[in-house]
């Protein structure tokens, strides 16, 4: 079992529409969360970083972490077409630098 | 200089040759990491560097890789004898805090 699942998608929805994205793990260590979004032929760009548990915004972006159910959330609010590209999770340990990285919900937002 | 940086952006290679690709981090960043990512996957850890010293190197980093970061600026990554496995997007990430900010990557094909 990998350590970080994430549906891979394809996700496809209508310009305005609340999007949510998820990642599920395994290790209870995992204590820092980050979303990158990654356009095609790309280097992934970091959107959200959360220690911990629970709600971070930015703009129109959520970020849940639920860390009694191993379970972390991105929602984006009134969707837009350049919101179109692959979601990457990843979490990290308290300690140590390297990151599991989920692999990648692809997103669609028709005009 | 206000990104990571990585040259080159593409290079096509035929098998059995050897590939050198440069990252040039956020000047501030004393941590930078190599990754490694395929088509529809997420990125996979390679190697990570702490100014001048490698501190850590996945099992994935067969003895073809070879990586360095003299004086704690630049880094290569090079890889011997090229196979076709080989082929991936190779990420260069650089951090001062838990959250990495990645370069645009170098595409590697080798034919």
């Known amino acids: 079992q990998k350590e970080v699942e994430q549906d891979p998608g394809p996700l496809s929805v209508p310009e305005g529409a609340i999007v949510s994205l998820n990642c599920t793990y395994s290790?209870?260590?995992?204590?820092?969360f980050m979303w990158y979004r990654q356009y095609s032929r790309k280097g992934p760009e970091l959107l959200m970083y959360t220690y911990s548990s629970g709600n971070k915004e930015d703009g129109r972006f959520t970020a849940q972490v639920d860390k009694s159910s191993k379970y972390i959330s991105l929602f984006i609010r009134d969707s837009q077409p350049s919101d179109s590209a692959t979601y990457l999770c990843a979490m990290k340990r308290l300690t140590g630098n390297q990151f599991y990285f989920g692999t990648g919900t692809s997103l669609t937002v028709i005009p | 200089d206000t990104g990571v940086s990585q040259n080159p952006r593409h290079k096509i290679t035929k098998r059995g040759q050897n590939v050198t690709f440069r990252c040039d981090p956020i000047s501030e960043h004393n941590r930078l990491y190599w990754y490694r990512q395929t088509l529809g996957q997420g990125p996979e850890f390679l190697t990570y560097f702490q100014n001048e010293a490698q501190l850590e190197k996945s099992r994935l980093l067969s003895d073809r890789f070879s990586a360095e970061r003299p004086k704690g600026s630049f880094s290569t990554l090079e890889i011997q004898r090229t196979e076709q496995g080989d082929s991936a997007m190779y990420l260069c990430?650089?951090?001062?805090?838990?959250?990495?900010?990645f370069g645009p990557g170098t595409r590697l094909t080798v034919t």
């Open positions: 990430a650089s951090s001062l805090g838990p959250a990495k900010l």
């Open positions: 290790n209870s260590a995992f204590q820092y």
